[in-house]
């Protein structure tokens, strides 16, 4: 299983990026998936996940009305939309897939559950600074 991510890079305050995340050796349409980022000393965080089986979608407080996250089970291909993106957006983003047992993303305080998580992408860096 691959999961392989792309489209960080450098954008000054206020502008957008579209983060791609292509998956082989398993269909996204069977697992949960989402994304974290990981800040500087920080801890990774869930930004985003998506869970088919019960139409659920959230976002972490931070970047709630800013992120949009989709997937596209033909191309097998995870997407994370960031709109007015700020300094503090800065960090590795990471994307990730679970078995739909997991329970993650069945909650919103499950977004979090790093130890959840079955596989994780390598992860792109995104930027965000004048």
């Known amino acids: 299983v691959q999961l392989q991510a792309s489209g960080g890079g450098l954008v000054q305050p206020g502008g957008s990026l579209r983060l791609s995340c292509a998956a082989s050796g398993l269909t996204l349409g069977d697992v949960v998936i989402g994304w974290f980022r990981q800040a500087p000393g920080k801890e990774r965080e869930g930004v985003s996940c998506?869970?088919?089986?019960?139409?659920?979608?959230f976002y972490a407080d931070s970047v709630a009305g800013r992120f949009t996250v989709s997937g596209d089970n033909v191309n097998n291909s995870l997407y994370l939309q960031m709109d007015s993106l700020k300094p503090e957006d800065t960090a590795v983003y990471y994307c990730?897939?679970?078995?739909?047992?997991?329970?993650?993303?069945?909650?919103?305080?499950?977004?979090?559950?790093?130890?959840?998580?079955?596989?994780w992408g390598k992860g792109t860096q995104v930027t965000v600074s004048s």
């Open positions: 990730a897939a679970a078995d739909s047992r997991s329970g993650w993303c069945r909650h919103r305080w499950t977004l979090n559950s790093v130890n959840a998580i079955d596989y």
């Open positions: 998506l869970e088919n089986s019960h139409g659920n979608t």
